[in-house]
């Protein structure tokens, strides 16, 4: 009677193996950012305040002195480098400073849409994805990111 129920026992077991291994989560999303108005004086210090979600800015945990690069056209700085990144999540609201534009930017209400990659269980190749920022408020103002986790701010 065993030698019946082995057969349908190792097809669940693969069906199960199959069906948990050709599923990962996107990497959590992170935010970068252009500078529209700002002289190069004014954006070579930026500090990062970051704190706890929903905490209205009132608990902070960490702060930061970027360390970004810009490339000018016109009147808009787009990033260039930055030793910086995966700092703006979505698990944290944030104040961007800016001491020589005398310039404070509160982000908070980051929302992220989870995403999944889906492979086959043998391939053991580790191609990921990023999730994308959906949304999020910048100094109490709902704001969209025109393209893929990047934003700007300006003057």
Partial sequence: MSKHLFPPALLILVTILFYNCSRTPCMNASLSFGLISFSDQESD??????????????????????????????????????????LITSQYDYELYFPGAIKLYRLSAIEEEAGEIRHAFWNNVKVGCVNKITSFTINNLVSYPPWYNYFYLSK
Wanted: charge should be neutral; glycine fraction near 8%; hydrophobic fraction near 35%.
């Fill in 45 to 86: 210090t930026i500090i990062l305040r970051r704190y706890e979600k929903g905490s209205n800015f009132s608990t902070l945990k960490d702060s930061f002195l970027l360390d970004m690069g810009f490339t000018r056209t016109n009147d808009t700085l787009d990033l260039a480098y930055t030793t910086s990144i995966g």
